[in-house]
């Protein structure tokens, strides 16, 4: 089961630090992603990390703003979101990776969590 938290609402230019805690299994031999979805849209892909940490994928639209991390010990991933702006409003989701191939495609993420709203205001 995976647990995403740390959403609010935040000002223009602000920060916040979402997080994902696995329970009930170990997922640090997989791959994580955070994706989000904002109303009326498709969801996207924000950022991803693999299972080691040693590799980050970002959206173009969050690159130099957002820092993805993992904590394997803790079974946790973070996503470290910083000079927000409006656009940024969305439900965040955080998924783990199974299946080989691009990062950013959500079809390869099997466990998802429940989402935690962000709201940007200008």
């Known amino acids: 089961q995976l647990q995403a938290s740390g959403g609010g609402l935040v000002q223009a230019g602000g920060s916040l630090t979402l997080i994902c805690a696995a329970s009930?299994?170990?997922?640090?031999?997989?791959?994580t992603g955070w994706f989000r979805q904002a109303p009326g849209k498709e969801r996207e892909f924000v950022a991803a990390i693999n299972w080691s940490g040693s590799s980050t994928y970002y959206a173009d639209s969050v690159k130099g703003r957002f820092t993805i991390s993992r904590d394997n010990a803790n079974n946790t991933v973070y996503l470290q979101m910083d000079s927000l702006k409006p656009e940024d409003t969305a439900l965040y989701y955080c998924?783990?990776?199974?299946?080989?191939?691009?990062?950013?495609?959500?079809?390869?993420?099997?466990?998802w969590g429940q989402g935690t709203l962000v709201t940007v205001s200008s």
């Open positions: 009930g299994r170990t997922f640090g031999a997989y791959g």
């Open positions: 998924a783990v990776r199974l299946y080989y191939g691009d990062y950013a495609d959500s079809t390869r993420y099997v466990y």
